[in-house]
């Protein structure tokens, strides 16, 4: 079976993807790493086989010293520990209570 998987789809794989350099919003890569993958959305081998492609720089350093493929149970995982690790990158709207502060001038 796996023989077949890669004589039929690794030409159809894309050969090009918009690089995560680990900076940036991950889930935004995210979302253009799957429309890249449409037609592979339900192929986790195939998934798993484009998504390191997709990173470059402390990104693809990450991929190469902590995931191993063969120790997840399907994408999400990884999907979730990609999220997880990259996620700092994402700045978060202040909260009512922070503006009321910067309001009062409590927060510098």
């Not at 790493?33 to 081998?45: I, L, T």
């Not at 998504?51 to 720089?57: A, K, T, V």
């Amino acid at each position: 079976f796996l023989r077949s998987f890669e004589m039929t789809t690794h030409k159809n794989l894309p050969k090009k993807f918009i690089k995560f350099d680990g900076h940036g919003d991950p889930k935004a890569h995210l979302a253009m790493f799957f429309a890249e993958c449409y037609k592979f959305r339900h192929n986790h081998r195939a998934l798993f086989r484009c998504f390191p492609r997709s990173l470059e720089g402390i990104a693809a350093q990450w991929y190469r010293e902590h995931i191993n493929p063969v120790e997840l149970k399907n994408f999400d995982m990884l999907i979730n520990l990609f999220i997880e690790r990259f996620i700092q990158n994402v700045e978060t709207a202040p909260t009512i209570t922070t503006l009321c502060y910067l309001n009062r001038g409590q927060v510098k």
